[in-house]
């Protein structure tokens, strides 16, 4: 899918999503061609990636960088930019540490912010600015209903390539996308 500015769906992939290696993937497969949204991220968002790699992961300073290029490169206009003023438009985010993905979303004209930490954006706020709020589990429900043949597709080629299959890409989506994969359970045979 070519985007224009009439078909454009465009989301911010908060780092919560983007450090579970199998939900990182599957979402950025699914923004490949045939891509069904635009990912978009800010280097604040991919510098929490590498902190939490780092601390959590174990990964090493080359794993991380390795990581990281291999999405800037695959991806490269998903860099948002902003001003950092845009961050005092932002302070109706109750965490001041979450202020930065609402405005690298403003600043990208974001649909949504894909995050697992929901209540860190309240709905309220992110009106006033035409965003909304998803986890990776309602993204990745709303990805399939609009196109579940091109999903299940990448999801087969995801497990293609760790030389497995499908069964086992859902498998290890369950923890972060329970839904999604109970979905995939219901309306498609794996």
Not at 11 to 29: F, G, I, K
Not at 46 to 51: D, F, G, H, I, T
Request: glycine content about 2%; aromatic content about 8%; proline content about 5%.
């Amino acid at each position: 899918m070519l985007f224009t500015r009439e078909n454009e769906c465009s989301a911010v992939l908060d780092a919560c999503v983007l450090v579970p290696m199998v939900l990182c993937d599957t979402l950025l497969r699914l923004a490949e061609q045939p891509a069904l949204y635009r990912p978009l991220w800010s280097e604040q968002i991919l510098a929490e990636v590498a902190r939490v790699l780092k601390s959590q992961f174990h990964k090493s300073k080359e794993q991380i960088s390795w990581r990281l290029e291999a999405m800037r490169q695959a991806f490269p206009d998903a860099t948002a930019i902003f001003p950092i003023e845009l961050l005092r438009a932002t302070e109706c985010i109750p965490d001041k540490d979450d202020r930065h993905v609402l405005a690298a979303a403003i600043s990208a004209h974001a649909n949504v912010i894909v995050t697992q930490n929901v209540r860190h954006f309240p709905a309220a706020c992110l009106a006033k600015f035409g965003v909304q709020c998803q986890t990776s589990d309602e993204f990745l429900i709303d990805q399939y209903h609009l196109s579940p043949q091109v999903v299940l597709d990448k999801l087969d080629e995801q497990g293609a390539s760790m030389l497995k299959d499908r069964a086992f890409v859902i498998t290890n989506l369950k923890v972060c996308a329970p839904g999604f994969c109970q979905l995939l359970k219901a309306h498609a045979k794996y």
